[in-house]
């Protein structure tokens, strides 16, 4: 049995429970499997497979066939352009909350020092993706998890930030602290009761307090921009992930909160995420 008799075996596998990453996922668990990187095995696929290490990669894929997301197994997540520990305290970072980075950055120049807080931090991603792209600026990440807060402290430790970050496991609305010149967040924006029709690699395995948006969806939405218009300086900026069909309502909660709305950034699917805007009041 050699490396690619096994990926076809896991993609046959993962393909009867209609897992449609399939092909990716098999690879990247037999990476995991011998700490190989993906490309260097895809560049050996005729090496021969140790048939030792076939059980471990085997109880992977049984994981994988029950919906627990890739990252989850893999215990880590490429975020930007860096990889972040993951697990069910935290949700997985996704490819349209790279938006929130692109858009801060644009904002910050290189040699800059802002300060900057991160609301319901998770895994850190967000911040420490900015920090590492501007060294000189400095964060405060509160979340209302003690267990996410501990993931986004040993990322902050992976990446060597963890004396450019100060960690507060506190809800933002008791939150009291400096006024900051960038608030990022990815709150909570789902439905309570969409929550259900999630597929189930998120509902059973991702964090809802990280996914409930209360009765509306804008409970975390409202927390965030009540709170910033408090925590941000005069002209600081609030960049901020929303939801689907989120757009109309956000926008009015930051006009009549002393928000001027700058930019509207869409995902790859053209559906409003991120708004950026500027606190004038």
Known sequence: MN???????????LKSKNIESAPIDSELILSNILKYKRENILLN?????????????????????KNEPIAHILKNKEFW???????????????????????TLNL????????????????GCLVISVLKERPKSYATAIDISKKALNIAKTNAKIHHLQNKI?????????????????IISNPPYIN????????????????????????DGFSGIRKTIFNSKKLLKK????IIEIGNKQLAFSKSLLINNGFYINKICKDIQFYPRVIISTKIT
């Open 3 to 13: 490396y690619k008799d096994v990926i076809e075996y896991g993609i046959l596998e």
């Open 45 to 65: 696929l005729t090496k021969k497979f140790e048939p030792s290490k076939f059980k471990s990669f085997k109880n992977l894929l049984d994981r994988r066939k």
């Open 81 to 103: 352009k860096y990889n972040f520990l993951v697990d069910n305290n935290v949700l997985i970072p996704r490819p349209e909350s790279e938006l929130i980075i692109q858009e």
């Open 108 to 123: 910050i120049k290189l040699h800059d020092k802002k300060s900057i807080l991160d609301i319901g931090t998770g895994s």
């Open 166 to 182: 100060r960690f507060i496991n506190m809800d933002i609305d008791k939150f009291i602290g400096n006024k900051y010149d960038f």
């Open 192 to 215: 309570k009761f969409c929550l259900k029709r999630l597929d189930d690699n998120v509902k059973l395995f991702e964090p809802h307090i990280a996914l409930d948006g209360g009765i």
């Open 235 to 238: 002209n600081g900026r609030l």
